[in-house]
């Protein structure tokens, strides 16, 4: 029985990173010499072929796109999945789909089996760990290789390729001049840290909100989370004793931590303190108090995405047109944790 | 450039079937001496590698699993997929993602797709129309050409293979007999229409669980939600002057919709009427008053899953052993929703 001999594989059995593979056999500078011949040698010797999509990509079309997400169990990524599949179904094309699980490795390796002659072109919203290492040569390999990749939400500026972002400067600058109209003051933010680019604009929304409305930022009254799976401890212990009268939160879960935990220390929501959220998901609307938030409109990202992939893949000259960055516009959702 | 082919690009290039190319490159009798040649020949010509499974599955390992599920947005499957995911890498192995948005046409098409020589098995839970329809021939040709699959949640009874289901009946009676032990006499219950198994089996959980305890079925307590978006309003008609003291939903949102309805009503949950739902979700738990459920552990299912499905896949003698099937247990997780 012949094994089919993966970039993955190939690194176990070399004792190296899967990124050093993957640019060994591109026969990239950053790996020496000596490495590169070796794995070289190892891959021919096991008879590896490395993606076909150069081969195959101008002769064949599977009518398959290739969407990669960096969590499954996240209701805005499955909204902007509904969208894909609705405007590429439209179009006659099908939708397979990976997750990242927000590592590095396993989005590489996502890459690999997809470009693998399943699809015709990517959608790609990027891991945590990506952002963190700033390795994208598995991103510039498929657009070198001629193969379209249109990004999303989490995407990253040095990459040249079509783009969907929404606004998340502005959708949080909004929020934040929605509570300073509310009379409030002392605004907390409740964020990420840097290195996820959606968290990083959002926290500078914020702060230029402030800026235009002449109130200085107290470092005080800003959290970043480091760990999402202790980050309602986090909020609870950073909430005390702050006498804020509004919080933003840059998605649904810290928000609805942050009025538990007000809550707790006997505030009423929100008439005591006002509290807005980013994403707006079943959570939001449902929670009592029902949470204010920045709508990400997530199925019309997901659509748009689809939508410029597929001119892509069907424009006889993509390649010599610019790339395209999109940007879907947010609204402010009012609910019951803002007073009206 | 060389061309990657596949069978349905040769059968169009050749004006011939599908099944035709297939079977001339299996130099199958069926076809004549003349079309296998030409046949064979453009094969050759254009370097072309069989992926079909008939041909490929003993020879060829992709290491990776496929996964079809009914809806995206959708906490409980996005919860399988997790397992899925996590116990396919602790073997070694990817997991691809398609969903069939509960259309029996998707359900095929994705199939198809996949089959086509991107994975070793299939893990998959049925579409909605698939079961109204009762067509399986996409499910019994797969089996027929000897690719495993392991069916979930929403499983056939028909067909053979190793499935994956929580004990819904089971589930069910347990969450009235709570109810019954404290004291609830007029037990409603929201459920689906009967052609979801799962909520079939839940229905025949409800009335078990009254028959024991000697309890007549009322069936004007019983309301089977025709269309999920209008699932709220349907909900809150039902509940109207209907003077329960408990009800019983099949899943998570039916449950809210109806603490919102007691709630318009002027009715306290859990003092004046207590609530149980189905499927553990951030919504159960985060809402106010949180929301004693039935858990369906989705990651446990999940995990099985991909281990029933490996083993089949690592195991020479996988053909001749009998089909497993395994039942997760259900838990009652409770919460505020009932009283204590």
Redesign the interface.
């Known amino acids: ?4 001999l ?1 970039l ?1 594989l190939i690194a176990k059995e070399l004792d190296v990173s899967v990124s050093t593979v993957s640019k060994a056999l591109r026969d990239s500078a950053e790996i020496s010499e000596d490495t590169r011949q070796k794995i070289k040698a190892f891959a021919k010797l096991y008879n590896y072929k490395p993606n ?1 999509i150069a ?2 990509l ?3 079309k ?1 009518k ?1 796109i290739g969407v990669i997400i960096p969590e ?4 805005f990524f ?2 902007v ?2 969208g894909i ?1 609705q405007a590429a ?1 439209e179009k006659g094309y ?6 990242s ?1 927000n590592s590095f490795d ?1 989005e590489v ?2 890459m690999e ?2 470009a693998n ?2 699809i015709d072109g990517f959608i790609l919203s990027v891991a945590k760990e990506t952002q963190q290492k700033k390795d994208y040569h598995h991103l510039t390999e498929v657009i070198e290789q001629g193969m379209p990749l249109v990004m999303f939400d989490r995407v990253i500026d040095e990459i040249n390729c079509d783009k969907i972002i929404i606004d998340d400067f502005l959708g949080a600058k909004k929020a934040i001049q929605h509570l300073i109209d509310k009379k409030c003051k002392k605004i907390g933010l409740i964020t990420t840290i840097d290195y996820v680019s959606v968290g990083k604009l959002r926290t500078q929304g914020y702060r230029e909100a402030l800026k235009e409305n002449n109130i200085p930022a107290d470092e005080d009254l800003i959290l970043k989370v480091e760990d999402f799976d202790k980050s309602e401890m986090e909020i609870q212990s950073f909430l005390k004793d702050k006498k804020m009268d509004a919080v933003f939160a840059v998605n649904e ?1 810290f928000a ?1 931590y942050a009025i538990k935990a007000f809550q707790e220390q006997g505030l009423k929501v929100p008439d005591d303190v006002q509290v807005i959220g980013f994403t707006d998901g ?2 939001s609307k ?3 108090p029902s949470l204010t938030t920045v709508n990400q409109h997530g199925e019309e990202m997901g659509a748009q995405a689809a939508r410029l992939l597929i001119k892509k893949l069907e424009n006889e000259d993509a390649e010599d047109e610019p790339f395209e960055t999109i940007i879907i516009e947010t609204g402010l959702v009012e609910r019951n944790s803002t007073k009206r």
């Open positions: 029985m012949k094994k089919r993966t993955k076909i081969l195959s101008k002769n064949r599977t398959t499954i169990v996240h209701h499955t909204t999945i509904s599949e179904n099908h939708v397979i789909i990976c997750t699980n396993k390796i996502n089996i997809l002659g399943s879960h609805i079943e959570l449902r929670f009592i």
